[in-house]
């Protein structure tokens, strides 16, 4: 257990009752109810091009790791789950797309994959998740994090920035997918200078000329149709 509380269905909605939830570690035994939101999510995705699927291997390879993965619980069953991936110093490191520095890329943990119920949504459950899961980290000597997320998933965006992981690289992974590359350093998180500049979201050559100038994304705030990423350089 990790924490309990309380949350609400379709949390918004008038005369919505609070329901018990518990947060946990899950393991191979979770694997039919992580892989049944998995598809839950994708059937209620307007864009499914913001959510990468997994296979059951994927989920087994990763529940094979203790404490890598957290599910939150509530009497309806699985409703929301975490995981992490320890890349090692292979190929697939998103710190060698930020060029971290050879020796820092063992150190590297993924926020790998994030699913919650769209009827649970707002509860903050993804940042409740992940805030445990940087906890955890930080404990076990891991210096950094990292994560990708799609330039039209503006929530998901909001709430790994509000983790105080930065944009540092915007392009092309896993052959066509667009995705921001997210990073902190958890001993030395980046402080950002007073020289802002805002980039509307959909503007994505100007966002990676940007980048390519040093810049890094922090902060978000809304437009009528799209949302602006705030940039500036590291002090």
């Not at 540092?168 to 020289?195: Q, S, T």
């Amino acid at each position: 257990m990790i924490e309990y509380g309380n949350i609400k269905r379709n949390k918004g909605s008038p005369l919505q009752a609070d329901l018990g939830y518990e947060m946990r570690f899950v393991d191979e035994s979770n694997l039919d109810e992580m892989m049944d939101l998995q598809e839950i999510v994708i059937h209620h995705l307007a864009d499914k091009e913001i959510f990468r699927t997994h296979s059951a291997d994927y989920f087994q390879e990763h529940l094979q790791m203790e404490k890598s993965a957290i599910g939150v619980f509530c009497q309806d069953g699985l409703i929301a789950y975490n995981i992490l991936s320890f890349p090692g110093e292979g190929k697939d490191n998103f710190g060698l797309d930020i060029n971290l520095p050879k020796d820092d890329l063992a150190n590297v943990v993924h926020l790998a994959t994030i699913a919650v119920h769209p009827d649970f949504r707002g509860n903050s459950l993804q940042s409740k998740m992940q805030n445990a899961h940087l906890k955890m980290m930080a404990n076990l000597g891991y210096n950094h994090v990292c994560c990708m997320v799609s330039p039209k998933n503006r929530p998901s965006l909001q709430n790994i920035l509000s983790l105080g992981l930065i944009i540092k690289a915007l392009k092309v992974k896993f052959e066509w997918r667009l995705r921001y590359i997210m990073h902190k350093n958890l001993l030395n998180p980046c402080l950002i200078g007073p020289d802002v500049v805002r980039m509307d979201s959909k503007d994505i050559p100007g966002q990676i000329n940007l980048l390519n100038q040093g810049f890094q994304g922090f902060h978000l705030s809304r437009l009528s149709d799209s949302f602006e990423v705030h940039y500036a350089k590291p002090t």
